[in-house]
Structures are given as structure tokens and as C-alpha cells.
């Protein structure tokens, strides 16, 4: 079965530190692992996405680091803020084997980020 | 321009009744992924619609699970006999074409779907 597991499930960290979220993976057909952001009564939107054939993606504040040997990647914060609170999820996509591609998400991090 | 829309937004039902919840796409999106969110699991996916191609059942739970889409835009999905492990928030998710691994995915606000 695909699964993308993802940690830590909850974390607070201070405003002005770093915010670090692992997702590991098992199935090696993944090609594109987007993270997704998420606010309370709103649906997921998209933060930032990587392909593995790069071990490093920044935009602005969040980079993705992935490891391709090692079936792992993570999401990290540069000086999180109040307003990065939220939950965030990380996705591997991959072909379904029923004609479509599917976002596989992990479990979601809450994330709170404290004056 | 209007993202995707869901309705109802909350949905509270009495165990072993039908419930009817709708998508709006993003217009000109061809392809619709409905998703269940339930506490502590994720975005667990249960079907999906491109064009005018069978959709994807791969994710129904059960056959109590079906979902329609007319005319290539808006999409029903149909929850009957529910029960009290159908609690959760319905997303639905559009793209503007698909299958292609890079769309990106816009979901919408999600119905909470609470059964007593």
C-alpha cells in the first residue's frame, strides 16, 4: 500500500526559529511531492512542490529538502511567524494504476508558532 | 475568478440517512478529486473525474459511496445509509487538466459531515 508517513504529528516552535516537518516514503514510482498548507476552515493549498531529480527547493521562507537514497523530505521554515500557524501536509504523487495520477498525503503537522 | 465551492458547508444527519454533497469547480478544470478528511489521518482520496473519461473509484470505502459529474463541471457526491464512521470533512479538489503529475490541485473550504 502507498503511504507517506509524516512527522512530527504537532510542534511549537518561537517566532524567529526554524520549523522542520519529515515525510518519508515507501514507494519508489513517487515523482513529485508537493506540500500543502492548510488553515482552519479552509481546504489545503499549495506551499511548495519538488521533483526528485533536485535535492533542494526554496522559495522565499520554505525549502524543501528531499533525499532520493533515503526515500525522504522534508519542509523547513526559515524564521517561522505567528501567521505560518497552521497544518501542513506533505503529498507524494504517483501513478494509481486506474488511469489517473493521485496525491498520497501524510497525516498531516500542526504547526504553532508562538510570540 | 471563483475558486471551488462546496455546499453545504456543515451537514449534520441522523445515522442511516442519505446525504447529498456538492462541488463547484474551478471553471475550465477538467479534472475533480473528491478527498475525506477525517481527525488525525489526512487527506484520504476517494475518487476522481477527468474529462469525459470513467472516473477513478480506486477510494470508495463502499458501495454505500458514489459520486456523479454532469455536464464535465459540477460534481455530487452521494453518502447512503451513513454511518457514524462517515463523520469527517468532504474536500474536493479541481485541476486544470489531468493526468499530469504537476497540476496543481485547488481544493475547496470542505463540507463537515457529522453523523449522530
Known amino acids: 500500500q502507498q503511504q507517506v508517513k509524516q512527522s512530527p504529528q504537532s510542534l511549537i516552535v518561537q517566532k524567529g526559529g526554524i520549523s522542520i516537518i519529515n515525510c518519508a516514503y515507501e514507494?519508489?514510482?513517487?515523482?513529485?511531492f508537493p506540500w500543502y498548507q492548510q488553515f482552519p476552515g479552509k481546504g489545503p493549498a499549495l506551499l511548495i512542490a519538488?521533483?526528485?531529480?533536485?535535492s533542494e527547493k526554496k522559495e522565499g521562507r520554505f525549502t524543501i529538502s528531499f533525499n532520493k537514497s533515503a526515500k525522504q523530505f522534508s519542509l523547513h521554515i526559515m524564521d517561522s511567524q505567528p501567521g505560518d500557524s497552521a497544518t501542513y501536509f506533505c503529498?507524494?504523487?504517483?501513478?494509481?494504476?486506474?488511469?489517473?495520477?493521485?496525491?498520497?498525503f501524510g497525516k498531516g503537522t500542526k504547526l504553532s508558532v508562538i510570540p | 475568478g471563483a475558486g471551488v465551492s462546496q455546499s453545504p458547508s456543515n451537514k449534520v444527519t441522523e445515522k442511516g440517512k442519505d446525504v447529498e454533497l456538492r462541488c463547484d469547480p474551478i471553471?475550465?478544470?477538467?479534472?475533480l478529486y473528491w478527498y475525506r478528511q477525517s481527525l488525525g489521518q489526512g487527506l484520504e482520496f476517494l475518487i476522481y473525474?477527468?474529462?469525459?473519461?470513467?472516473?477513478?473509484k480506486s477510494g470508495l470505502p463502499s458501495d454505500r459511496f458514489s459520486a456523479e459529474r454532469t455536464g464535465g463541471s459540477v460534481s455530487t457526491l452521494t453518502i447512503q445509509r451513513t454511518q457514524q464512521e462517515d463523520s469527517a470533512v468532504y474536500l474536493c479538489?479541481?485541476?486544470?487538466?489531468?493526468?499530469?503529475?504537476?497540476?496543481?490541485?485547488?481544493f475547496g473550504p470542505g463540507t463537515r459531515l457529522t453523523v449522530l
Open positions: 471553471s475550465g478544470h477538467t479534472a
Open positions: 514507494n519508489t514510482a513517487f515523482d513529485y
Open positions: 519538488i521533483r526528485p531529480d533536485v
Open positions: 503529498a507524494a504523487s504517483g501513478y494509481s494504476g486506474a488511469g489517473s495520477y493521485q496525491l498520497t
Open positions: 479538489a479541481s485541476s486544470p487538466q489531468g493526468p499530469n503529475i504537476m497540476n496543481e490541485q485547488f
Open positions: 473525474f477527468q474529462g469525459n473519461s470513467a472516473p477513478d
